[in-house]
């Protein structure tokens, strides 16, 4: 976290500071009206931050504000003056850009390619690719992250990824920029040099709108906060008049933590061994980001791995579900050693993943809700290639009522829901399959207080009613202190400490080798 956080606002706001408003914005799609007659403000050279549960209309009104999408009523106004856009590109021609919650770039193509996707320089010769790779390495510098411009997006880990999206952005040179989610995948130091950048650009004079489910982080670099609660504004405030249970009472109605460890409930026999695992580096093999670790996690107990950024949570948990393959050691299911069988296997016998990319590796874009949930346990009901209707309907219907899914129903587009229940989707598909152990990375990424609120509340059931063995990793400290029975500090690929339930914040972070923020 930044060493010095930015100052709040002053005590008033002329009215010829704001650079952007909404009056009276209304957006409806079909029956449902996701924003109510919303007015918002946006100030020259502060940055605004705007909070809200998941499906609270913070995404809608973004897109409204940078042309993703026109408001059904009200209007935009642009120092003062009506505006429409028609399309992003006419957003930007106006100075308006956003980085979106989910990443928008092209895995194939390298990063130089992504930053000016669209907006390539031109030379005598054509393209020039040259300052293109020199302004793109400038960049990077500049958010202290020295990827090779010639990098392919597919080639960087998802923290990296959303370094990319953020130098696009930033390459655009706008006067607002609207920041969905900048670092639900960055690293404590990643999220420091992008408060830097963020300080930078208000010293200039650019208008910030920053969206974040981290409530904490987001008051280090608010000026000004406004909620969304069900498509209308339910207040709005300076920084200096806020604090956190301002914000949550605001944004859900009350205040409330993330659960505490399941008790009543006699834990069971080893349910996963992890034996002297070592995973090789991709890039070096001849380094392990995994090194001889060894783990035992029993039927009902819920663990929680937590490390900084390098530390190897997503390679081991990765390893466990056999996505990434071990170069030494052992995985054991309840006995029986599964090192050398497929990610269907494991399925099978009981062992599945919640993947940290929701978008990349836990949803198919192009399916329903329905189709989404049924796709992991598709042979339960699935005989001579032929499907039972009825029986995948019933498998839909109680993972939906299950893990409380908010959809217009299984036939709806996943990408209709909102963030938190695409999320719920991934866990409902998974627990539809019957497992006994469960793996889930980063299990809360990028979803707000009251869904991570519900989603640790289905592990704490499951683990207390079903016996399920739960690991979850995460790189919330306060997280690990939600519902976890025992608390497993990774660094450089190792287990440094283990901790129960009554560990403080100070313990688990110096264990991690990050700093203590006073």
């Not at 030379?123 to 293109?132: F, H, L, R, S």
């Not at 349910?271 to 039927?299: Q, W």
């Not at 032929?386 to 587009?413: N, Q």
Request: hydrophobic fraction near 45%; charged fraction near 25%.
């Amino acid at each position: 976290m930044p060493s010095s956080p930015i100052q709040p606002a002053p005590a008033s706001e002329p009215a010829d500071d704001i650079v952007l408003s909404a009056r009276d914005v209304a957006k409806s799609f079909g029956s449902v009206h996701a924003l109510k007659t919303v007015n918002f403000d946006v100030y020259r050279g502060q940055v605004t931050t705007l909070f809200g549960e998941n499906g609270a209309g913070k995404s809608t009104l973004m897109k409204i504000l940078s042309g993703v999408m026109q408001p059904t009523s009200g209007e935009i106004l642009l120092e003062g003056e009506p505006v429409r856009f028609a399309s992003t590109t006419d957003a930007q021609r106006l100075g308006i850009s956003i980085i979106h919650q989910e990443l928008s770039l092209a895995p194939n193509l390298s990063v130089r390619d992504n930053i000016f996707m669209g907006r390539e320089l031109k030379g005598a010769m054509g393209i020039d690719y040259a300052e293109e790779a020199r302004q793109t390495r400038a960049l990077m510098e500049e958010l202290d992250e020295p990827i090779d411009p010639l990098t392919p997006v597919e080639d960087l880990r998802l923290g990296q990824q959303q370094i990319v999206e953020i130098a696009r952005a930033l390459s655009v040179n706008s006067r607002i920029l609207i920041m969905d989610e900048p670092t639900s995948a960055l690293s404590a130091t990643e999220v420091e040099v992008l408060f830097r950048v963020i300080r930078d650009l208000k010293s200039r004079g650019v208008s910030i709108v920053y969206i974040s489910h981290h409530l904490e982080e987001a008051l280090l670099i608010t000026d000004h906060a406004v909620v969304l609660r069900d498509g209308v504004m339910t207040a709005d405030a300076r920084r200096a008049d806020i604090d956190l249970e301002w914000i949550v009472r605001n944004m859900v109605g009350e205040n409330f933590d993330l659960g505490s460890p399941p008790t009543g409930h006699a834990l069971g026999e080893v349910a996963l061994s992890l034996d002297d695992v070592s995973i090789a580096d991709v890039a070096v093999p001849e380094r392990s980001v995994v090194d001889h670790l060894s783990l035992d996690v029993r039927a009902g107990e819920i663990v929680c791995i937590y490390g900084l950024m390098g530390a190897g949570r997503t390679e081991l948990l990765e390893c466990v579900a056999g996505r990434v393959p071990l170069s030494g050691g052992r995985v054991v299911l309840e006995g029986e050693d599964v090192s050398h069988l497929s990610i269907a296997d494991r399925i099978a016998k009981g062992l599945v993943l919640v993947p940290e990319d929701r978008q990349r590796d836990g949803l198919v874009q192009t399916m329903s809700v329905g189709e989404n949930l049924s796709l992991a346990s598709i042979k339960a009901f699935t005989r001579w290639l032929l499907t039972s209707g009825p029986r995948e309907r019933g498998v839909v219907d109680e993972s939906i009522a299950s893990v409380h899914i908010k959809t217009d129903g299984p036939k709806a587009e996943i990408g209709s829901l909102s963030g938190g229940n695409q999320q719920k989707v991934v866990i409902g598909k998974m627990l539809a399959t019957h497992p006994r152990v469960v793996v889930l990375d980063e299990p809360s990424r990028g979803i707000d207080i009251g869904a991570k609120a519900e989603v640790f509340k289905l592990l704490a059931e499951g683990a207390s009613r079903q016996g399920l063995a739960v690991i979850f990793s995460t790189s919330e400290v306060g997280e690990c202190l939600s519902i976890a029975h025992r608390i497993v500090v990774m660094s450089r690929g190792r287990i440094a400490a283990e901790f129960g339930a009554d560990a403080s914040k100070e313990q688990i972070m110096a264990a991690s080798g990050e700093a203590v923020v006073a």
